[in-house]
T-cell receptor
């Protein structure tokens, strides 16, 4: 079974704080995606990382792909209430018919 | 680009009826589409992989006769929940991937409530 462990599961912080969400696996991914989902809506793609060691920034969000392509992190700087949502990581394998393995998600609440 | 739509967004039906959910890729052709089910405050559970022009591949534990999937064109896949029961009530989400890429783009989801 190709598992993707995501932590923490729940995170409640005050506006302005920083946070990091982790995704870890024993498997090597061909690529990894991060999504953000709001209640009652579908997940929205934030980023795709492909190269080991890759770092991508999206405003206050920084995504890193591990050197071995087995893990990834999402760091949010100065969180805002608008960052509240369910964050999902998804790892893809070249040989898996296009399917991705999803983490269990991190529910982030940013209090004003 | 890479916009996926779903219809309907919400549906309420009586127990025993069938419900069809459509998933469309609006600005790209999707050889592969995926259907997920999501329970409150949980991650996505893959139900099946839908390939254009061929039979869908179902995940273990998903009844193919219960959840009929048709992928008749490169921009449309449908999921039909047959003889729906209250336990089928859930949030159903589809996704589509661009050819030769791993990234999936998701539809907005369909909230199904079976009375």
């Amino acid at each position: 079974t190709q598992l993707l462990e995501q932590s923490p599961q729940f995170l409640s912080i005050q506006e302005g704080e920083n946070l990091t969400v982790y995704c870890n696996s024993s498997s090597v991914f061909s690529s990894l995606q991060w999504y953000r989902q709001e209640p009652g809506e579908g997940p929205v793609l934030l980023v795709t990382v492909v190269t080991g060691g890759e770092v991508k920034k999206l405003k206050r969000l920084t995504f890193q792909f591990g050197d071995a392509r087995k893990d990834s992190s999402l760091h949010i700087t100065a969180a805002q209430p608008g960052d509240t949502g369910l964050y999902l990581c998804a790892g893809a394998f070249n040989t898996n018919a296009g399917k991705s393995t999803f983490g269990d998600g991190t529910t982030l609440t940013v209090k004003p | 680009g890479a916009v996926v739509s779903q219809h309907p967004s919400r549906v309420i039906c009586k127990s025993g009826t069938s419900v069809k959910i459509e998933c469309r890729s609006l600005d790209f052709q999707a050889t592969t589409m995926f259907w997920y089910r999501q329970f409150p405050k949980q991650s996505l559970m893959l139900m099946a992989t839908s390939n254009e022009g061929s039979k869908a591949t179902y995940e273990q534990g998903v009844e193919k006769d219960k959840f009929l999937i048709n992928h008749a064109s490169l921009t449309l896949s449908t999921l039909t929940v047959t003889s729906a029961h209250p336990e089928d009530s859930s949030f159903y989400i589809c996704s589509a991937s661009l050819e030769r890429t791993d990234t999936q783009y998701f539809g907005p989801g369909t909230r199904l409530t079976v009375l």
